[in-house]
């Protein structure tokens, strides 16, 4: 899995590490202490690390390889190359078939760039990496990216107190597929052997 | 016509009834000699012991650990942090009903295989209605079905716990962080506690829990996951050998949903905290007075 730091959570937390390392430095020397209030300010926070998906930058083409798994494409292999003359192959039934696009009415150009197709755009026009992708969910995900920032949407493990440890969350498509994003259903974990079993007159 | 006068007939009668008597009284002790050592039998109540005495009792346990499990364990006591009370809170709207926080629970505090028990009972609630009469929490099928939605239950740490007011011997109390604890040691299994929950939140050990070598959790904490012995109360303790320490629960980590947000409710600037002031939330059975430090919440 490839991490990557939250940058608006990393630049805080190593400047604070700084100040605290500066302020520690000062005190050893003999130096007057910083103000109470600033080195409380100062306490140092762990770092939130985001979790990329496995095959980010890469299209499953729906083949099969000769091992046996998914034949996987990285964008790179054909776009990238700028200029792209598309207009003189039909790259989409070849090597794209296998998506199928189930994210409202969003066509393939409102989240990928038209002219560097190994990035994504965002709404201004400003491109992006396929790792600052979920810059791009919360354009439109205003509350769940509320929520998220938050903690209180998409998993996380670690710390609950980021003075002692730090936590490693899911970046959004880690969970919800880019192409079709909803969740579907998954099987249960096996109920306790003691469950109160449904009451008679329930549906 | 004796040598013996009556008087004395009767003073060894009366001696060899007394001594009957004592033996029989005694008997359970010295029944009890085979897995009950007589350090164990005279040990102080938990919050009596000093750093001698709570430092043998977890070698014991450990030993036990090691004797009847055949799993090197390590036991520690984490007492609770100043400025610390935990909350948690549950968000309705995300959570898929996949019990994986349960599983976690079920590993993570070393429960009883056999009866793949857990402190989370998640509950299969039909939309528009929070009637746990017409719940279903042994559904297994694949999750979510439509027009049901999910409601874990486990412990709801009460600010005001009446599984803690009944309990007739004091073996069960509420820590300075909110979380009720109970020493193993000191209960003696009359289910009062459970009968006293609203949130059936309490399990009774009815067996002495089956745990192969190899799955026990050998990171353990003497008031929360360490193999509990046949016969006593036990409950969810937020993970208090985790979150004492400031990891998340392990129910939390497991869930994929991110529906669960844990942390410190004196500290404004936790999850938890916004949560509270920027959700809409609830507390289950509101009216019963029990002040839970568990909620729940819709994403609106």
């Given at each position: 899995m490839a991490t990557s730091t939250f940058a608006a959570e990393a630049l805080p937390v190593r400047a604070s590490l700084l100040l605290l390392t500066v302020t520690a430095i000062a005190c050893a020397r003999g130096t007057p202490h910083a103000e109470p209030e600033a080195v409380a300010a100062a306490v140092a926070r762990y770092?939130?690390?985001?979790?990329?998906?496995?095959?980010?930058?890469?299209l499953r083409t729906g083949q099969v390889r000769p091992d046996g798994r998914p034949e996987r494409v990285a964008c790179v292999t054909c776009h990238g190359h700028a200029p792209e003359d598309l207009a003189s192959r039909n790259p989409t039934a070849q090597m794209h078939g296998a998506i199928r696009l189930n994210h409202g009415e969003l066509p393939c150009l409102a989240c990928h760039d038209r002219s560097r197709r190994n990035n994504l755009h965002l709404a201004d026009g400003r491109r992006l990496a396929f790792d600052e992708v979920d810059t791009l969910c919360r354009q439109c995900h205003g509350s769940q990216a509320r929520d998220y920032a938050h903690g209180a949407h998409g998993g996380m493990t670690g710390y609950w107190d980021r003075s002692r440890g730090g936590r490693v969350r899911n970046a959004c498509v880690v969970c919800h597929a880019p192409h079709a994003p909803s969740i579907v259903g998954v099987y249960p974990a096996p109920p306790p052997l003691d469950a109160?079993?449904?009451?008679?007159?329930?549906? | 016509m004796t040598n013996t006068p009556r008087r004395t007939h009767l003073k060894v009668l009366g001696a060899s009834l007394g001594a009957a008597a004592f033996a029989k009284t005694v008997a359970p002790l010295v029944e009890w000699s085979a897995d009950m050592d007589l350090d164990e039998f005279m040990q102080r109540h938990y919050r009596e012991l000093d750093s001698n005495a709570l430092a043998d009792v977890i070698s014991r346990h450990e030993f036990s650990a090691r004797d009847e499990y055949g799993a090197d364990v390590t036991i520690r006591d984490v007492r609770p942090t100043p400025g610390v009370v935990?909350?948690?809170?549950?968000?309705?709207?995300i959570c898929i009903g996949c019990r994986k926080c349960a599983e976690a629970c079920h590993q993570e505090n070393n429960h009883d295989r056999r009866s793949h028990q857990s402190y989370i009972r998640v509950f299969e609630m039909s939309a528009g209605s929070i009637d746990f009469h017409r719940g279903n929490a042994g559904y297994d099928h694949p999750v979510p079905a439509p027009d049901k939605y999910y409601m874990p239950v486990q412990c709801q740490q009460c600010e005001n716990p009446p599984c803690v007011s009944v309990c007739p011997v004091e073996a069960t109390w509420s820590e300075p962080d909110g979380i009720v604890v109970v020493d193993y040691d000191w209960c003696i299994g009359c289910r009062y506690c459970e009968a006293a929950c609203p949130y059936h939140a309490r399990r009774f050990n009815w067996h002495k829990p089956e745990i192969p070598a190899d799955e026990v959790n050998p990171n353990q904490g003497l008031l929360s996951n360490r193999i509990r012995p046949q016969g006593v109360m036990e409950k969810c303790t937020f993970c208090l050998h985790r979150t004492r320490q400031g990891q998340l629960p392990a129910c939390l980590e497991?869930?994929?949903?991110?529906?669960?947000?844990?942390?410190n409710l004196l500290d404004p600037e936790s999850d938890i905290r916004w949560v509270l002031a920027n959700k809409r939330v609830f507390v289950l059975k509101e009216e019963l007075g029990t002040r839970p430090r568990f909620f729940y919440f819709f994403d609106v």
């Open positions: 770092p939130i690390d985001i979790r990329l998906p496995d095959g980010l930058g890469e109160p079993a449904a009451h008679p007159e329930a549906g | 935990f909350g948690y809170a549950l968000n309705l709207s497991a869930c994929p949903t991110g529906a669960r947000v844990f942390g």
